[in-house]
């Protein structure tokens, strides 16, 4: 199956700053996710960026499928973005679904005042 | 409002006592997940249903069941729970493998 590597590990910040994230895939894939773990454990999609970027407030990612990678960019960061942001994509090459995904390690955000 | 739920949130058990994990979602989706999450070693995926009464394994199905009777449940059981089960557990589902929406999590301890 598909292997999914996220950078940096992890990542410490003061409030405002921006940050990059990175998502590297080793095949192709036609849907790549973006999560949000918060501090209390929740689960929240951010994104699903098969290709191309989207925006979501100082939220925005983008997908370059062709070179396997994705990015997610954070701006003016807050201490309410703190916690593990994972992406996933799926477990077959070729990038079709069908429901069984595989997650990234992870990236540990925090966000000091 | 649109939701995943999973009862119950939190559980201690012990060694060989049955357990099911609920999950219900109202969203009309079609596919639904569970997956463990571990310390260093992320979420993994345990089962996956595409359809009523179509399932597949995912990345470490070895001690769980699943059943997908109903579109909207999917729960987890522990036929015989062993203290390697014990974790933090996600059902999840989406529409046809799309954007993925997550429960609370069950927090399950087994002693």
């Known amino acids: 199956g598909i292997q999914v590597e996220q950078s940096p590990p992890d990542l410490i910040l003061q409030e405002g700053a921006n940050s990059t994230l990175r998502c590297n895939f080793s095949d192709s894939v036609n849907n790549l996710q973006w999560f949000h773990q918060n501090p209390w454990g929740q689960l929240i999609n951010l994104f699903y960026?098969?290709?191309g970027t989207k925006q979501n407030g100082r939220l925005s990612a983008t997908t370059v499928a062709t070179e396997r990678y994705s990015l997610l960019y954070i701006s003016s960061s807050q201490t309410t973005d703190s916690g593990v942001y994972f992406c996933a994509a799926p477990f077959n090459a070729g990038g079709t679904s069908y429901g069984k995904l595989t997650f990234g390690q992870g990236t540990i955000l925090t966000v000091h005042p | 409002e649109a939701q995943v739920t999973q009862n119950p949130r939190y559980l201690i058990t012990v060694t060989g006592k049955k357990l099911t994990v609920t999950c219900s979602q109202n969203m009309n989706h079609e596919y639904m997940s569970w997956y463990r999450q571990d310390p260093g070693l992320g979420l993994r995926q345990i089962y996956y249903?595409?359809?009523?009464?179509?399932?597949d394994k995912g990345d470490v199905p070895e001690g769980y069941k699943v059943s997908r009777k109903e579109k909207r449940n999917f729960p987890l059981i522990l036929e015989s729970p062993s203290p390697n089960q014990t974790s933090l557990y996600f059902c999840?589902?989406?529409?046809?493998?799309?954007?993925?929406?997550f429960g609370p999590g069950t927090r399950l301890t087994v002693l």
């Open positions: 960026i098969p290709s």
């Open positions: 999840a589902s989406s529409f046809r493998g799309d954007t993925q929406y």
């Open positions: 249903s595409m359809n009523v009464e179509v399932t």
